[in-house]
Nanobody, 126 residues
Framework: QVQLVESGGGLVQAGGSLRLSCAAS????????WGWFRQAPGKEREFVAA????????YYADSVKGRFTFSRDNAKNTVYLQMNSLKPEDTAVYFC???????????????????WGQGTQVTVSS
């Protein structure tokens, strides 16, 4: 199994930045794809970003493209989500997730991933 622990959330003013971290432990060799999703109160969980294990393919939701950046430190089994120019509509609980199957065209769907972190709250004030 794989365990994922997110950190780095918090309260920030609009226009500010945060960097989320997701540390993986356990059978990390099983991970073939990484993803970030978010869920705002009263809304469904939505795709934010995803990257293949090799790093050769990275995808972003249109709403965050140009503002958010996915990165990783393979030696630490940690992935990051750098969030710049934050907006109030970015307020949500952010989840890190990992998949044990190669990334497919379904990378934007929650069911494409097998492991989830507990989430970290991001609040952007106007």
């Amino acid at each position: 199994q794989v365990q994922l622990v997110e950190s780095g959330g918090g309260l920030v003013q609009a226009g500010g930045s945060l960097r989320l971290s997701c540390a993986a432990s356990g059978r990390t060799f099983m991970i073939y794809a990484w993803g970030w999703f978010r869920q705002a109160p009263g809304k469904e969980r939505e795709f934010v970003a995803a990257e293949s294990w090799s790093g050769g393919s990275t995808y972003y939701a249109d709403s965050v493209k140009g503002r958010f950046t996915f990165s990783r430190d393979n030696a630490k089994n940690t992935v990051y989500l750098q969030m710049n120019s934050l907006k109030p509509e970015d307020t949500a609980v952010y989840f890190c997730n990992a998949g044990k199957r190669p990334m497919s065209g379904r990378y934007y769907l929650p069911e494409a991933y097998d492991y989830w972190g507990q989430g970290t709250q991001v609040t952007v004030s106007s």
